[in-house]
């Protein structure tokens, strides 16, 4: 009986992919009946809504770019080293004073980060650079940066625990300093679980979607500057979930087709996550 | 070795064996917070000797091995008053540097702990965070070879340490510890996880090291203190009970406490 249940539930669990695959392929179909995969893919203009209309997606594919990119220069090695530092530097009080605060971190609602950015990380960056717009990349990519800093802050200190404290102090009796060994013996006994950890935090940042939607606003462009505004992917898809677009529209098909390369770039992020950890793994046991 | 010529078993004298020593412990005294370890040891480790540390389990062994090159430096809350010298210096005073102390008191651990990468590395990763400036080939040949691990090793030297078997673990972290070339290597017991055969290995490799250094091994196998070692010291209850040749300690006990221990009467 249990059994019977527990296989429902798993069932229950594929045949929602399953459909959600399959909305987003019937939609995305009727889509490239009307605007060739090599023009979706490798345009350069993105103007969905008015005449004369173009769907070339890269213009969204840099905005995410951006986002993800700049939020990986933050998130990542900043919550590595708030792993190892827990682990190895900090004192117990601060551990448990960050511990917590990282939980919390964590539970803030992303539109709560989003409005941060807009109404604290923006204007702080105008102060810097008074060039920098209202809506832009860079805002973005640190919002989320901060926002995918916790779990990878918590994840890398789980795999860093992991790390036999014997290894450790092989390093240590061997003349080792503590940086020595954070740097040579324990990230790379940890390096699956660090991996791991960032690969999570990229396809978090890749997919995010309130947050940079209110800090990098709606403005498909391909930029080399990230203080101008952009548009990611998946800020695109609210931008057209919101609006009046009429079902059936080439519009509102196009937020399938967008919804298709998100998907698949997610499902590479995992299957990169699955080889490296595969890889690393005997390093770390 | 020196042999004690009178075995006067109620003599309180305690035994002063010949300088020059490697490490001389002078009444040290190790606590962990509130919860005493080890108790006023005074014990002073002649050059190129093995000495034996024997006694129950938690009487303070590790703790005391441990404090001999500070690798309890990284136990919160444990606090080390008298002095522990090292070539004449306290290694406890205030401008000792526990980084250079390591590099010259190695340590070798109860559980083979080899670095989760290729055996060269294992070998060479010490001596290049010191600054090693010789051959590295060289190197890693001679320390394998006197760890007596080179003939089983010479063709995987790019294999991962932990394919090798539990002993050739423990003879790699001995290949490791000695290509640092220490003057003193601490033995925390080495061969606790291993089989009778590599263990064997082992305490004949200790025999052959004693030329090049001076060695400390912590053992709960009484025959291999007898076997291996020139001097041994019998710690009860964190109280060093009696030190003197291991001969004597075994055969001729002063103390009551250590012929009940010696005796397999407790333990
Ligand atoms: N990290 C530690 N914290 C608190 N007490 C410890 C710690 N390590 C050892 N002890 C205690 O110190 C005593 C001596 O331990 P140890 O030196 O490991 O003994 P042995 O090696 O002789 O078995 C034991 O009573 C043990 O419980
Ligand atoms: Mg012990």
């Excluded at chain 2, 651990?109 to 990468?117: A, C, E, G, L, M």
């Excluded at chain 2, 965070?129 to 995987?156: C, F, H, M, P």
Aim: charged share 20%; hydrophobic share 45%.
């Amino acid at each position: 009986m249990v059994k019977k249940l527990l296989f429902i539930c798993a069932l229950f669990c594929v045949i929602v992919t399953l459909g959600i695959v399959f909305l987003l392929l019937e939609e995305a179909v009727g889509f490239f009946q009307q605007v060739s995969i090599k023009e979706f893919l490798l345009g350069t203009n993105w103007a969905p809504m008015f005449e004369p209309r173009s769907f070339g997606v890269l213009p969204l594919v840099c905005g995410t770019f951006w986002v993800t990119f700049g939020a990986a220069l933050i998130g990542l090695p900043t919550g590595l080293g708030i792993g190892l530092f827990l682990n190895d530097f900090a004192p117990s009080w601060l551990r448990n004073l960050v511990k917590p605060v990282l939980e919390i971190l964590a539970g803030i609602p992303t539109v709560v980060y989003g409005y941060f950015a807009l109404t604290v990380i923006t204007p702080w960056l105008q102060n810097l650079l008074p060039s920098v717009e209202v809506f832009n990349a860079a805002s973005a990519a640190i919002v989320v940066g901060l926002m995918v800093l916790p779990m990878v802050a918590s994840l890398c200190d789980d795999a860093i625990k992991a790390v036999p404290r014997s290894v450790k102090e092989a390093g240590y009796a061997l003349g080792a300093t503590k940086s020595e060994v954070a740097t040579q013996v324990t990230i790379p006994s940890a390096l699956s679980g660090i991996i791991a950890s960032f690969i999570l935090a990229l396809s978090r940042a890749f997919g995010e979607t309130m947050a940079v939607t209110l800090a990098a606003g709606s403005t498909p462009k391909i930029t080399l500057n990230p203080f101008e505004s952009v548009q990611t992917l998946t800020a695109y898809i609210v931008q057209v979930s919101t609006g009046d677009t009429p079902q059936g529209s080439i519009e509102y098909k196009s937020i399938f087709a967008v919804g298709i390369l998100l998907l698949a770039v997610s499902l590479l992020f995992n299957m990169l996550a699955f080889y490296l950890v595969k890889k690393y793994r005997t390093v770390g046991e | 070795m020196v042999k004690g010529i009178e075995n006067k078993s109620n003599d309180q004298r305690p035994f002063e064996p010949s300088p020059p020593f490697a490490i001389e412990a002078r009444e040290v005294n190790i606590a962990y917070g509130a919860r005493r370890a080890v108790l006023d040891v005074t014990l002073k480790v002649p050059e190129h000797t093995i000495v034996a540390l024997i006694g129950p389990s938690g009487c303070g062994k590790s703790t005391l091995l441990r404090s001999m090159n500070r690798m309890n430096d990284f136990v919160n809350n444990a606090t080390v008053t008298g002095e522990i010298l090292f070539r004449g210096q306290n290694i406890y005073e205030s401008g000792a540097d526990p980084v250079s102390i390591r590099r010259q008191i190695g340590m070798v651990f109860q559980k083979p702990n080899p670095f989760p990468t290729s055996i060269r590395k294992n070998i060479t990763w010490g001596p290049k965070i010191n600054g090693y400036q010789g051959d590295y080939e060289e190197l890693v040949e001679t320390s394998l070879r006197r760890a007596a691990l080179w003939d089983e090793v010479a063709g995987k030297l790019d294999e991962s340490g932990l394919a090798l078997s539990g002993g050739q673990q423990q003879r790699l972290c001995i290949a490791r510890a000695i290509a640092m070339d220490p003057d003193v290597i601490l033995m925390d017991e080495p061969c606790s996880a291993l089989d009778p055969s590599s263990t064997l290995k082992i305490e004949n490799l200790l025999l052959e090291l004693k030329d090049r250094f001076t060695i400390i091994i912590v053992t709960h196998n009484m025959q291999q203190a007898r076997r291996v070692s020139d001097y041994t010291a019998f710690m009860y209850q964190g109280e060093l009970i009696e030190y003197g040749p291991t001969d004597e300690v075994f055969e001729t006990p002063r103390q009551e406490l250590t012929r009940d221990y010696v005796s397999g009467r407790f333990g």
